[in-house]
């Protein structure tokens, strides 16, 4: 159909970046082109639904046949395909001597004249009423498939109301179909005076969820294992709603991951996690006994909700073990589970502080400027800092420490902009420059801010390796203990590290002329202590003590030893084997799967010819440097245990995407970002988002049909 090559057993596909070619409309060279790709079903139907239903792509044309040799987007007027392979044609002849026999196909159809350029009303009265409902649905959820992948709401201004609709974005593109020469369109709307109601297509776009979902579901039961992944939570229609993703590994051994759809997130405790897992594994279809690994990202105010979800998996599947989220480095999302006021203060204000400097150059250019003036005297420094303003710092595994150090910089950057004594700044602007100044002069802010800074330098090296190539993370599984002991030592020295803490942020505090108290919310709710807590005090309880105890036993929970257990599987990798020289892969880890594997009785012996094979390897000869490369080796199919285990650590979250993998998740952020809230919807954010998952016209009519037989 119109998403894939007309051609049969044509290489190319829906993931390929090539354009696809419209049947002509042109009756003599339409007929050219079937007889050219041997499409002998194809004979019967009229140039006109070939023109709309059916493509070829470009690498069955000849280089003179584009308008453009380079770019390759334009074919030539008189354009023919000539090119194809070997298994083409052959399929090609069965496909004919399958026709010439099947004549039942054909009987009682009447002839349609090749002659004609477009569909006539006589061809769509010739076809039987159950025929010319299909062809109408078809047009119908060619329009639903436009609207999803270009991100267009259908509703438009009416917002879901009955005569919003009637001049809605999805009339307008009936309209223009019908003016197009769409028949069946058109002869809808002569008898029943509109092409489309609000509640067909409501009915119309749940079947094209299900279908796709169908589709999804399919693929992962055909990949085997994965990992479930969920996003910070999102307001859709007044609801808050759960993005589900999944990562797997493909037939090719790349990683995947896929949109799964938005899950409702009203409730509390344990009902809250069984409706979740409820809504995945009975409603969705997906086998939670496959799962090997989840990941969340969620913000200090739901925590605990999310805390509650992932022991309930945990508990239930044991193997479904918590990992962290490539997307987020480890001391963001340390940070952003604690639901303390001061350091979700931090947070809040480093992402207003990252839409603040993304609206404009001329704000960096800014920001650089106040560097430049508070580092003069240290030229390599400021360069340092300015280089590391230019990037997503924000985002940054050292992102407390870089703050820290460019604070007052920033203050006085952001002075600026809201003096704007040049009147070179919006009043939008202006504004937004005044809050982000009121909040740094804000000694909780700074406390928080210095806390933070102190203790995930103590992380950050290990949260960096973790998140790096194969030889990086692999390492990091042996370093976590000495991490976790130099947590443990501030904690039971938590009365020394916090005198060292509050003396560097009231030094701070003291530079950037900000009063040292306690914040002003506690006072208010406690009211007869006003007179009696010290700031150094209120820090301890309330900042110092429950951040060191959250990291660790955060960290405990998202390493966990069957975690740690799967990363040290990387060992696996020849650049790990060749870094670690005489060691051979750790089996102990790797017994971690035996119930996955093929063949565990073998598994000693092939995992020593595994390490014979790159210890012992050819001088010259490059060891694979990553999990990708290593599974796209030729002989590592000769080594079946092996290549599931690889496959199996290719599916934790820990690991960074690779191949542009994550793809789903770049185009929900669009989604998000893009989309008004009102015009938001969780049927039409998934056909976006999935809009490269094959779909078939015919069984989508066919769905619709089944779902809906009284519409018919």
């Given at each position: 159909m119109h998403n894939c090559c007309a051609v049969p057993n044509c290489s190319s596909s829906k993931f390929d970046p090539g354009p696809l070619f419209r049947f002509p409309h042109d009756p003599e060279r339409s007929k050219t082109w079937i007889e050219k790709c041997q499409r002998q079903d194809l004979q019967d139907k009229p140039p006109d639904q070939l023109f709309r239903y059916y493509r070829i792509c470009g690498k069955h044309f000849e280089a003179t046949s584009f308008q453009n040799d380079v770019e390759r987007s334009v074919l030539k007027e008189d354009a023919i395909p000539t090119i194809f392979d070997a298994q083409s044609q052959t399929q090609n002849e069965k496909v004919k001597r399958c026709k010439e026999t099947?004549?039942?196909?054909?009987?009682?159809?009447?002839?349609i004249k090749k002659s004609q350029p477009e569909t006539s009303n006589e061809d769509i009265q010739s076809l039987s009423e159950e025929d010319e409902y299909k062809e109408y649905l078809k047009s119908l959820f060619e329009v639903i498939t436009l609207l999803g992948e270009h991100n267009i709401p259908p509703t438009g201004p009416g917002d879901d109301k009955q005569d919003g609709f009637k001049?809605?974005?999805?009339?307008?593109?009936?309209?223009?179909?019908?003016?197009?020469?769409?028949?069946?369109?058109?002869?809808?709307?002569?008898?029943?005076?509109?092409?489309?109601?609000?509640?067909?297509?409501?009915?119309?776009?749940?079947?094209?969820?299900?279908?796709?979902?169908?589709?999804?579901?399919?693929?992962?039961?055909?990949?085997?294992?994965?990992s479930l992944l969920?996003?910070?939570?999102?307001?859709?229609?007044?609801?808050?709603?759960?993005?589900?993703?999944i990562r797997f590994m493909d037939q090719s051994d790349c990683q995947k991951e896929r949109f799964l759809g938005f899950v409702s997130f009203e409730g509390d405790g344990d009902d809250l996690a069984e409706k979740i897992l409820s809504e995945i594994a009975d409603k969705w279809g997906l086998d939670m006994e496959k799962c090997r690994g989840q990941a969340h990202s969620c913000s200090g105010t739901h925590f605990n909700k999310f805390k509650t979800f992932s022991t309930k998996v945990v508990e239930r599947y044991p193997m479904a073990m918590l990992t962290l989220k490539s997307?987020?480095?480890?001391?963001?999302?340390?940070?952003?589970?604690?639901?303390?006021?001061?350091?979700?203060?931090?947070l809040s204000i480093l992402k207003k502080i990252d839409s603040f400097f993304s609206q404009s150059s001329l704000l960096q250019l800014e920001l650089e400027h106040a560097i430049s003036i508070f580092f003069a005297d240290r030229e390599g420094k400021a360069k340092e800092l300015k280089e590391i303003c230019q990037t997503s710092w924000t985002g940054r595994n050292d992102t407390f420490e870089v703050v820290t150090e460019i604070l007052e910089a920033l203050l006085l950057c952001v002075d600026s902009v809201h003096d704007n004594e040049d009147m070179q700044w919006s009043d939008e602007v202006t504004h937004g420059a005044l809050e982000i100044s009121r909040a740094l002069a804000n000694f909780e802010f700074i406390m928080?801010?210095?806390?933070?800074?102190?203790?995930?330098?103590?992380?950050?090296?290990?949260?960096?390796?973790?998140?790096?190539?194969?030889?990086?993370?692999?390492?990091?599984?042996?370093?976590?203990?000495?991490?976790?002991?130099?947590l443990q030592e501030v904690s039971d020295n938590i009365d020394v590290y916090h005198e060292f803490w509050t003396d560097e942020?009231?030094?701070?505090?003291?530079?950037?002329?900000?009063?040292?108290?306690v914040p002003r919310s506690f006072l208010r709710k406690h009211q007869s202590q006003s007179g009696i807590i010290r700031p150094e005090s209120y820090y301890k309880d309330h900042l110092s003590v429950p951040v060191v105890n959250h990291i660790i036993k955060e960290i405990n929970n998202?390493?966990?030893?069957?975690?740690l257990r799967a990363l040290r599987c990387l060992s696996l990798v020849p650049a790990v084997i060749e870094h670690q020289k005489s060691a051979e892969p750790e089996e102990e880890s790797v017994q971690l799967f035996k119930n996955d594997i093929p063949n565990a009785a073998s598994l000693s012996a092939e995992l020593h010819c595994w390490w014979v094979k790159w210890s012992k390897k050819v001088k010259g000869e490059i060891s694979p440097s990553s999990l990708h490369q290593t599974l796209q080796l030729a002989d590592v199919k000769f080594f079946p245990n092996v290549l599931a285990i690889l496959r199996l650590v290719g599916v934790l979250p820990t690991l960074a995407p690779e191949n542009s993998c994550n793809v789903a998740y770049k185009r929900f952020q669009k989604y998000m970002e893009n989309t008004p809230d009102r015009f938001k919807s969780k049927s039409l954010a998934f056909l976006n988002i999935n809009y490269d998952i094959g779909y078939d016209l015919d069984a989508l009519v066919e769905d619709y049909m089944k779902t809906y037989p009284d519409r018919v």
């Open positions: 099947d004549e039942t196909e054909v009987k009682g159809r009447k002839k001049s809605s974005n999805f009339q307008a593109l009936l309209e223009y179909r019908m003016t197009c020469g769409d028949q069946a369109l058109k002869k809808r709307y002569d008898e029943n005076k509109e092409c489309c109601s609000l509640t067909c297509l409501n009915q119309m776009i749940e079947v094209f969820e299900k279908h796709i979902h169908s589709k999804l579901m399919e693929e992962v039961k055909q990949n085997g294992f994965f969920t996003e910070n939570l999102v307001k859709i229609s007044g609801e808050w709603c759960l993005p589900v993703f997307t987020c480095t480890l001391n963001a999302s340390l940070a952003n589970g604690m639901a303390l006021s001061g350091v979700q203060l931090v928080a801010l210095v806390v933070l800074k102190n203790i995930m330098t103590l992380t950050q090296a290990f949260g960096k390796n973790v998140q790096g190539n194969v030889i990086d993370t692999h390492f990091a599984t042996t370093s976590l203990k000495a991490v976790l002991h130099s942020a009231v030094n701070l505090a003291t530079a950037m002329e900000i009063p040292v108290k998202l390493f966990s030893e069957n975690h």
